[in-house]
């Protein structure tokens, strides 16, 4: 039965899987490179390898040796914060505080220390802008093998997702407020980790053991589709 | 020093004794169950806190604290802390001269004689004097340059230290070390995937399989278990086709030896990070009308495993939290892997979320109502390979998407869930300690200390103390019971008031 109807929503969405082919093409990694080093700036060599050392054995189970993403933490060298921060104006106070919601505890770091951290972040980013590309990244281009005409059928039907939500209301524009990996995150579970939690959380919660892989990117099609 | 030595001796181990805690699991059995009996559920809540010790450092305790002989041991990396058990105040420190490995926890240290044992994130094994804290040696067990860490608590048996690393951002063979426990010597190395130059390679092509929890040990059959960690590179599957022995296993070891006996796969081919180190629980109990020694699993890849220990066949495979990757249960007793969750360019989400269905926490079995309690996590990950990734360490990416977090029993002989505390949003830290009296304590999310009534998993009591990041742990001093737990930097203990016993 699945099989089937399966069948059924590829033939009738050839359209869809076509318009999602060619965005994917204008969303090219090289159309969308790493977030640009605002003010550019430049650190002793003795402070990057004193940084490393520090940034190594303190940050990089997370974020990775070389600052590129780890077992959890993001990517810092495509990094919109870190490319804004300017001698550890942006990155000292997350570092100094942490970020509970996602899971980073607070550093309290010696100034030196810090400022050493900061200065190989910066060295590892400007490395990264010249070899082009993250290693361990996941471009929007990567995420759109959906159906957008089955994601919408699945949104008003089956998922269940209209009860709750309008593409003409609260998800109006959505895909202009966030794209990628940080859209699909958002679909799946829009955790804004807010006491209480809303109570639609746990009805995405619940969805994600209904979504088969399919449903999942068909739905993502369709909501990059809403401008 | 004397009381020390003599309990130091195995049956003293393998199911514990009231006035010390002397192992990372409080024996060899890893029970965690104290059958000290003046903490009850009709009394918990009247516990009060003894005292409280600041390591007046950043990182969170994730160690189990060791008791013997009036001490207590505590351990962050590079750090080892004796602390006087009845005041809670310093004994001595040791500290490792600062280095550049992975500082993201300690589990603990061990105790042999007069001497303490510590590993640290360098890959440094220290044999530390008991009285003063001095070092009598410092030997090195693997190269920290090439990946490695350790933040194992050893496990020691007769006169081997046994030490595990971990190390999967690189793709290094998996090894535990035996180290003479007077001496520093190696004894032998034990490798869980082919070391360089191996003549037959059998993993695959995968390296990986790290030890880097504590093992258990059966005194009767001179048997040692061990988990094993994911397969390196850790996401991208194609590269090391087959099961890929022996990562996400367990493997039961001769500690004389080193000689592999037998290895179960928990996770054959894992392409989630699953570690398999989870605790490889003993006990000697009826299984379905037969008495039997057996070895009990809950896996982060979210199945719960019974083994007869003796050969390592399986008794029971059921899920004990939110699974999708599997296609069924093979004629061994393991989970197929499904290649459709295997990662992939677009993402697939799977549950569970690479944190897992459980972790390193410990958890416990309580023999008296047969339930085995762990702190378990119902989660969702989507995770990604495409074939820029490349072929070493993650090689890949993968994202925790969402988790709920519960204190979970299962019934032991049938793998049934019997209670579900749940513990908040994302994954608990704490590990779990039940007393022979009914009493389960462990830890939510929030960072309270939790005591339920371990038939039906109740609470009976709670106290905020801070995010709790590893397993409370119980003696007797001076005829009270005592319960130390770790919330933050802090270790608090824990007793009745001495006017209401």
Same mark, same amino acid.
């Given at each position: 039965?699945?099989?089937?109807?399966?069948?059924?929503?590829?033939?009738?969405?050839?359209?869809?899987?076509?318009?999602?082919?060619?965005?994917?093409?204008?969303?090219?990694?090289?159309?969308?490179?790493?977030?640009?080093?605002?003010?550019?700036?430049?650190?002793?060599?003795?402070?990057?390898?004193? /940084?490393?050392? $520090?940034?190594?054995? !303190?940050?990089?189970?997370?974020?990775?040796? *070389? =600052? &590129?993403? @780890?077992?959890?933490?993001?990517?810092?060298?495509?990094?919109?914060?870190?490319?804004?921060?300017?001698?550890?104006?942006?990155?000292?106070?997350?570092?100094?505080?942490?970020?509970?919601?996602?899971?980073?505890?607070?550093?309290?770091?010696?100034?030196?220390?810090?400022?050493?951290?900061?200065?190989?972040?910066?060295?590892?980013?400007?490395?990264?802008?010249?070899? /082009?590309?993250? $290693?361990?990244?996941? !471009?929007?281009?990567?995420?759109?093998?959906? *159906? =957008? &005409?089955? @994601?919408?059928?699945?949104?008003?039907?089956?998922?269940?997702?209209?009860?709750?939500?309008?593409?003409?209301?609260?998800?109006?524009?959505?895909?202009?407020?966030?794209?990628?990996?940080?859209?699909?995150?958002?679909?799946?579970?829009?955790?804004?980790?807010?006491?209480?939690?809303?109570?639609?959380?746990?009805?995405?919660?619940?969805?994600?053991?209904?979504?088969?892989?399919?449903?999942?990117?068909?739905?993502?099609?369709?909501?990059?589709?809403?401008? | 020093?004397?009381?020390?030595?003599?309990?130091?001796?195995?049956?003293?181990?393998?199911?514990?004794?009231?006035?010390?805690?002397?192992?990372?699991?409080?024996?060899?059995?890893?029970?965690?169950?104290?059958?000290?009996?003046?903490?009850?559920?009709?009394?918990?809540?009247?516990?009060?806190?003894?005292?409280?010790?600041?390591?007046?450092?950043?990182?969170?305790?994730?160690?189990?604290?060791?008791?013997?002989?009036?001490?207590?041991?505590?351990?962050?990396?590079?750090?080892?802390?004796?602390?006087?058990?009845?005041?809670?105040?310093?004994?001595?420190?040791?500290?490792?001269?600062?280095?550049?490995?992975?500082?993201?926890?300690?589990?603990?240290?061990?105790?042999?004689?007069?001497?303490?044992?510590?590993?640290?994130?360098?890959?440094?094994?220290?044999?530390?004097?008991?009285?003063?804290?001095?070092?009598?040696?410092?030997?090195?067990?693997?190269?920290?340059?090439?990946?490695?860490?350790?933040?194992?608590?050893?496990?020691?048996?007769?006169?081997?230290?046994?030490?595990?690393?971990?190390?999967?951002?690189?793709?290094?063979?998996?090894?535990?070390?035996?180290?003479?426990?007077?001496?520093?010597?190696?004894?032998?190395?034990?490798?869980?995937?082919?070391?360089?130059?191996?003549?037959?390679?059998?993993?695959?092509?995968?390296?990986?399989?790290?030890?880097?929890?504590?093992?258990?040990?059966?005194?009767?059959?001179?048997?040692?278990?061990?988990?094993?960690?994911?397969?390196?590179?850790?996401?991208?599957?194609?590269?090391?086709?087959?099961?890929?022995?022996?990562?996400?296993?367990?493997?039961?070891?001769?500690?004389?030896?080193?000689?592999?006996?037998?290895?179960?796969?928990?996770?054959?081919?894992?392409?989630?990070?699953?570690?398999?180190?989870?605790?490889?629980?003993?006990?000697?109990?009826?299984?379905?009308?037969?008495?039997?020694?057996?070895?009990?699993?809950?896996?982060?890849?979210?199945?719960?495993?019974?083994?007869?220990?003796?050969?390592?066949?399986?008794?029971?495979?059921?899920?004990?939290?939110?699974?999708?990757?599997?296609?069924?249960?093979?004629?061994?007793?393991?989970?197929?892997?499904?290649?459709?969750?295997?990662?992939?360019?677009?993402?697939?989400?799977?549950?569970?979320?690479?944190?897992?269905?459980?972790?390193?926490?410990?958890?416990?079995?309580?023999?008296?109502?047969?339930?085995?309690?762990?702190?378990?996590?119902?989660?969702?990950?989507?995770?990604?390979?495409?074939?820029?990734?490349?072929?070493?360490?993650?090689?890949?990416?993968?994202?925790?998407?969402?988790?709920?977090?519960?204190?979970?029993?299962?019934?032991?002989?049938?793998?049934?869930?019997?209670?579900?505390?749940?513990?908040?949003?994302?994954?608990?830290?704490?590990?779990?300690?039940?007393?022979?009296?009914?009493?389960?304590?462990?830890?939510?999310?929030?960072?309270?200390?939790?005591?339920?009534?371990?038939?039906?998993?109740?609470?009976?009591?709670?106290?905020?103390?801070?995010?709790?990041?590893?397993?409370?742990?119980?003696?007797?001093?001076?005829?009270?019971?005592?319960?130390?737990?770790?919330?933050?930097?802090?270790?608090?203990?824990?007793?009745?008031?001495?006017?209401?016993?």
């Amino acid at each position: 039965m699945r099989r089937t109807l399966y069948g059924v929503v590829i033939t009738l969405s050839t359209v869809g899987l076509v318009t999602a082919q060619s965005r994917a093409k204008a969303q090219s990694p090289a159309a969308q490179p790493p977030p640009q080093t605002v003010t550019p700036q430049t650190y002793p060599i003795e402070q990057i390898q004193a /940084g490393e050392v $520090r940034f190594v054995s !303190e940050c990089g189970f997370c974020h990775g040796r *070389d =600052a &590129a993403g @780890g077992e959890t933490g993001p990517d810092l060298t495509r990094s919109k914060l870190v490319a804004e921060d300017n001698r550890g104006d942006k990155i000292g106070p997350v570092v100094r505080a942490g970020r509970a919601d996602l899971g980073m505890p607070a550093f309290s770091l010696s100034p030196a220390d810090m400022a050493a951290i900061v200065a190989f972040i910066h060295d590892q980013k400007t490395k990264a802008e010249a070899e /082009g590309g993250g $290693r361990r990244s996941v !471009e929007a281009t990567d995420l759109e093998t959906g *159906d =957008a &005409a089955a @994601g919408r059928r699945y949104f008003n039907g089956a998922g269940g997702c209209s009860a709750c939500h309008s593409v003409t209301g609260d998800l109006a524009g959505i895909a202009s407020r966030y794209e990628g990996l940080k859209l699909l995150m958002r679909m799946l579970y829009p955790s804004e980790r807010s006491e209480p939690a809303p109570p639609g959380l746990s009805a995405h919660f619940d969805q994600l053991g209904k979504y088969t892989d399919d449903d999942m990117h068909n739905v993502y099609a369709y909501l990059v589709t809403l401008k | 020093m004397s009381r020390l030595l003599l309990g130091i001796c195995l049956t003293a181990l393998a199911y514990g004794q009231s006035d010390s805690w002397l192992t990372f699991h409080g024996d060899y059995s890893g029970r965690r169950h104290t059958s000290l009996r003046e903490i009850t559920p009709e009394n918990v809540a009247q516990l009060q806190q003894v005292w409280r010790f600041e390591t007046q450092q950043n990182p969170q305790i994730k160690a189990s604290p060791i008791v013997a002989d009036g001490k207590l041991y505590i351990t962050t990396p590079d750090n080892l802390w004796a602390v006087d058990t009845r005041t809670g105040a310093e004994l001595w420190h040791y500290e490792n001269p600062r280095n550049n490995a992975f500082h993201i926890g300690h589990r603990g240290a061990a105790i042999y004689k007069d001497t303490v044992y510590l590993t640290t994130p360098d890959c440094r094994l220290i044999a530390l004097n008991a009285k003063d804290g001095k070092a009598k040696w410092n030997v090195v067990i693997a190269d920290s340059n090439k990946g490695y860490w350790s933040s194992n608590a050893p496990l020691v048996v007769r006169n081997h230290v046994l030490v595990g690393v971990s190390g999967d951002f690189d793709n290094l063979p998996g090894q535990l070390k035996s180290i003479d426990a007077d001496t520093g010597a190696t004894q032998w190395i034990f490798y869980s995937t082919p070391p360089p130059g191996a003549k037959q390679p059998n993993s695959g092509g995968a390296t990986g399989g790290q030890m880097w929890t504590t093992g258990t040990y059966d005194p009767s059959l001179n048997l040692v278990y061990v988990g094993t960690g994911n397969p390196t590179p850790v996401l991208n599957g194609a590269v090391r086709p087959g099961d890929n022995p022996w990562t996400c296993s367990i493997v039961a070891l001769n500690p004389d030896t080193g000689k592999l006996v037998w290895g179960f796969q928990v996770s054959p081919h894992d392409t989630h990070d699953w570690d398999a180190n989870e605790v490889p629980v003993l006990a000697d109990a009826n299984f379905n009308g037969q008495a039997r020694k057996l070895l009990m699993q809950a896996s982060r890849n979210g199945y719960f495993f019974v083994l007869d220990r003796t050969n390592g066949k399986s008794l029971l495979t059921r899920p004990f939290a939110f699974v999708n990757w599997a296609k069924g249960i093979d004629s061994q007793g393991r989970p197929i892997p499904d290649p459709a969750k295997f990662p992939s360019p677009s993402g697939v989400l799977v549950a569970p979320n690479e944190s897992g269905a459980t972790n390193f926490r410990p958890p416990s079995f309580d023999p008296q109502t047969g339930l085995f309690i762990v702190s378990a996590q119902d989660g969702y990950g989507i995770y990604f390979f495409k074939s820029g990734d490349g072929a070493y360490g993650w090689a890949g990416a993968d994202y925790g998407v969402a988790g709920r977090a519960f204190l979970r029993a299962i019934d032991y002989q049938t793998g049934k869930i019997v209670w579900n505390h749940p513990i908040g949003e994302g994954a608990g830290t704490a590990g779990v300690l039940t007393t022979a009296t009914g009493v389960t304590f462990s830890g939510d999310v929030s960072g309270n200390f939790l005591a339920l009534r371990t038939s039906d998993g109740a609470t009976l009591w709670r106290q905020s103390i801070g995010r709790i990041g590893n397993g409370p742990i119980s003696f007797e001093l001076d005829g009270r019971q005592i319960l130390v737990v770790g919330g933050g930097s802090s270790l608090y203990a824990f007793a009745l008031p001495k006017e209401k016993r």
